[in-house]
């Protein structure tokens, strides 16, 4: 890898790991036009790297309610409202984080792979087309309107991301439609969720490769985090404005042509 394919990467994974379009399969496929051997330690910890980078954007952005969470001091009569708390968070992360520590061998070993990414890019956004044709009237508008119950929805559904190319923004935005929360709040909440759930699994990933890393790879990987993050700040605040104006259904279109893309290009 050099530092040109370490800024692409960066940028791909920036742009794509919020939006309902599978970070993943846009990481595979740009390995594979790039010829990046996906089978070594470097480039698999590389893409953790970046990752962490897309994570770090959302902690800047919504750094001030992330501290909210964690304010527990009693509300006066005044200012008794709904308001989303720490509690929403873990009720949302349990069903996926289960899962993920049972399943994790078997993940990595079957569905990481440019044939079950295909797949799972055609489910996802068979999904969000269902959710967006089906769902009912909204009762969350924002994300402090959320209730325990729609955040364990929502939870329950951010187990499909656990399939590579399902992609989390996509199945947790669709589990919220269905919950009967706006997609903007749904999105929104999905972020915040994504955090704690993403840190682990990277600082897990980590922790296992960092063994084979040499020195002369910390650069190339410290050019793709600042590059993830960056584009990530970017990409959030762009894809909030893109719900207001674009549909699912249009997230999901291009799902199956990049499913295709794959089709034809990958496999």
Known sequence: MDFLSAIIMGIIEGLTEFLPVSSTGHMILTADLL????????V????????????LAVVVLYFGKFLSLFDFRRQ?????????????????MIPASLLGVLLRDFIKEYLF???????????GGLLMIAAEKFHPRATAETVDEITYKQAFIIGVFQILAL?????????????????RVSSTAAA??????????MLGATVVDMYKSVGHLSSSDFTLFAVGFITAFIVGMLAIKTFLG???????TSFAIYR???????????L
């Open 113 to 123: 792979g440019p044939q079950t990414v295909v797949y799972s890019l055609v489910a």
């Open 242 to 248: 893109l719900l207001k104006r674009l549909s699912l």
């Open 76 to 92: 006066t009569l005044q200012s008794l409202k709904p308001r989303l708390n720490l509690l929403h968070i873990i009720i949302a």
């Open 188 to 197: 929104e909440f999905t972020f915040l969720v994504s955090v704690p759930i």
């Open 44 to 55: 698999k910890t590389f893409e953790v790297v970046v990752q962490l980078g897309a994570v």
């Open 163 to 179: 399939w590579p190319g399902f992609s989390r923004s996509g199945s947790t935005i669709s589990g919220g439609l269905f919950a």
């Open 35 to 42: 010829n990046l051997n996906t089978d070594s330690e470097s």
């Open 256 to 266: 199956f042509v990049l499913a295709a893309v794959f089709f034809f290009v990958v």
